[in-house]
């Protein structure tokens, strides 16, 4: 593993499934973020984590839960998939040290539900 | 509030410069962030400037006015590989980036 990974690349999904994206990174990171990317709209934050144990919402969280049980994983849940989460999905990780820093991206998990 | 603006899509010709413009209000500040974004791809950072003034980083410059509200990017000897979405992020006093919906450049030959 080389940078921060997600999982899957691809899904389509059942209106009323749960569904889990994962997101893992080497960087030893302390914050983690979880975005939907739609067009036409910047990317939303939908729940971060500044460091292990902790985690907190953001711009849109209705209808996704996280856990940050450790530094290197950020898994975010879709409890009961709606077409409306259809979207994009990027994990972003940077360090705190320091000051503000760049955020690393993951490839994007494209999700569709029908 | 907070409120991020920058153009929908600009289109420029191979060889030629263009500037990305990016205004902004907030109440807190704690620098401002430019990523690029190919179609299909993750974005990658490009630049930050917290200090007002001009950062230059190969063909690539960004420059912010704090008390403008206003940032740009500024492209130099376009190649058709910098046809992509350039993304204005807002750094706020918690330190949570808000973003811009983002600026789709389109080179032509």
């Known amino acids: 593993i080389a940078g921060i990974t997600q999982a899957p690349t691809s899904q389509i999904l059942a209106a009323g499934r749960r569904m889990t994206l994962r997101c893992t990174q080497d960087?030893?990171?302390?914050?983690m973020y979880w975005y939907r990317q739609d067009l036409g709209l910047g990317l939303r934050l939908i729940h971060y984590?500044?460091?292990?144990?902790?985690?907190g919402k953001g711009e849109v969280p209705d209808g996704y839960s996280v856990s940050r049980a450790n530094t290197d994983d950020f898994p975010l849940t879709l409890a009961s998939a709606v077409p409306s989460q259809t979207s994009v999905y990027f994990c972003?990780?940077?360090?705190?040290?320091?000051?503000?820093?760049?955020?690393?991206f993951g490839e994007g998990s494209r999700l569709t539900v029908l | 509030g907070q409120n991020i603006d920058q153009p929908t899509e600009m289109t420029a010709t191979e060889g030629a410069i263009v500037q990305i413009n990016c205004t902004y209000q907030?109440?807190?500040?704690?620098?401002l962030f430019w990523y690029q974004q190919h179609a299909g791809e993750a974005p990658t950072f490009l630049s930050y400037?917290?200090l007002d003034g001009l950062e230059e980083k190969g063909r690539f410059s960004s420059f912010l006015s704090r008390s403008k509200g206003y940032s740009y990017l500024l492209l130099k000897e376009l190649q058709m590989k910098d046809s992509a979405s350039y993304l204005c992020?807002?750094?706020?006093?918690?330190?949570?980036?808000?973003w811009g919906a983002g600026t789709k450049l389109i080179i032509k030959p």
């Open positions: 972003a990780s940077r360090g705190l040290a320091g000051g503000p820093g760049e955020l690393f």
């Open positions: 960087m030893r990171h302390n914050a």
């Open positions: 984590s500044n460091t292990a144990g902790t985690t």
């Open positions: 907030t109440s807190g500040f704690n620098g």
């Open positions: 400037n917290v």
């Open positions: 992020a807002l750094m706020d006093s918690n330190y949570q980036l808000i």
